[in-house]
C-alpha cells in the first residue's frame, strides 16, 4: 500500500524562474488538494480537485500559481516567476468517500527561492 | 467564517503523563468534522483522530482521545502516557460539510522530556 507521494522532495531555485511540482494520491482517491506551509504557522488551503475537476481555488494562488490534475490521477502545481515568498513547504493530500474522511498526505516539496 | 485557534505555541510534558492539547473552533455550518494531526520534525503529516459533529462520544485511538464539548466549540486532543516520540508539533484541523477544504489552527509544539 503506498501512501501521497510528492516530487521532488526539495528544490532551489532562483527568483524569476518556474518551478513544476508533482503529487501522486493514494490511488483509489478522487480527492486531491495542495496545501502551503511557512515556518510555524498550520498548512493553509490553495486549491481541491474531485477527479480532475479543479472545484475551488484560494485566494493565496495568485495567477502565477496553477494546478492540474488532467486524469483525475497524478496533479502538478506550476509557479510561474517564482518570488521569494514563494519560499514554503508544498504539501499534497488525498482523500476518498465523504466529507469526514480524514485527508492523507504526502511528504511535501520544500521550495527554497534565493 | 471558519477559523480553528490553538493557543498554545509550545507545550512541555513529563514521559509517562499526560497532556491536553487545546483547540477551539468556529463555523457557520452545523455539520463539520474535527481532525487532529501530528507532524514530526520529518514533515509528514500524520492523522491521528477524528470527531463528527454529531458524534456522541468523544472518539478515541489508542493513547490519543479527543475531548469534545460542542456547546464550547472545543476539541481538545488528549495524550495518555506520553513518550519520547510524541515529540512533535500537533494541529488542529476542521473540515465544515459544505466546504472542500480543511482549515488548520497554527499548531503546538509538544516536547516530551524524559
Known amino acids: 500500500d503506498t501512501g501521497v507521494s510528492q516530487d521532488p522532495r526539495h528544490k532551489i531555485t532562483k527568483r524569476g524562474q518556474n518551478v513544476t511540482f508533482r503529487c501522486d494520491p493514494i490511488s483509489e482517491h478522487n480527492r486531491l488538494y495542495w496545501y502551503r506551509q511557512t515556518l510555524g504557522q498550520g498548512p493553509e488551503f490553495l486549491t481541491y480537485f474531485q477527479n480532475e475537476a479543479q472545484l475551488e481555488k484560494s485566494r493565496l494562488l495568485s495567477d502565477r500559481f496553477s494546478a492540474e490534475r488532467p486524469k483525475g490521477s497524478f496533479s502538478t502545481l506550476e509557479i510561474q516567476r517564482t518570488e521569494q515568498g514563494d519560499s514554503a513547504m508544498y504539501l499534497c493530500?488525498?482523500?476518498?468517500?465523504?466529507?469526514?474522511?480524514?485527508?492523507?498526505f504526502g511528504p511535501g516539496t520544500r521550495l527554497t527561492v534565493l | 467564517a471558519q477559523k480553528i485557534t490553538q493557543t498554545q505555541p509550545g507545550m512541555f510534558v513529563q514521559e509517562k503523563e499526560a497532556v491536553t492539547l487545546d483547540c477551539t473552533y468556529d463555523t457557520s455550518d452545523p455539520s463539520y468534522g474535527l481532525f487532529w494531526y501530528k507532524q514530526p520534525s520529518s514533515g509528514e503529516m500524520i492523522f491521528l483522530i477524528y470527531?463528527?459533529?454529531?458524534?456522541?462520544q468523544n472518539a478515541t485511538e489508542g493513547r490519543y482521545s479527543l475531548n469534545f464539548q460542542k456547546a464550547r466549540k472545543s476539541a481538545n486532543l488528549v495524550i495518555s502516557a506520553s513518550q519520547l516520540g510524541d515529540s512533535a508539533m500537533y494541529f488542529c484541523a476542521m473540515r465544515p460539510y459544505n466546504f472542500n477544504k480543511f482549515y488548520f489552527g497554527s499548531g503546538t509544539k509538544l516536547n516530551v522530556k524524559p
Open positions: 470527531q463528527g459533529s454529531y458524534d456522541q
Open positions: 493530500a488525498s482523500s476518498s468517500g465523504t466529507a469526514y474522511n480524514e485527508q492523507f
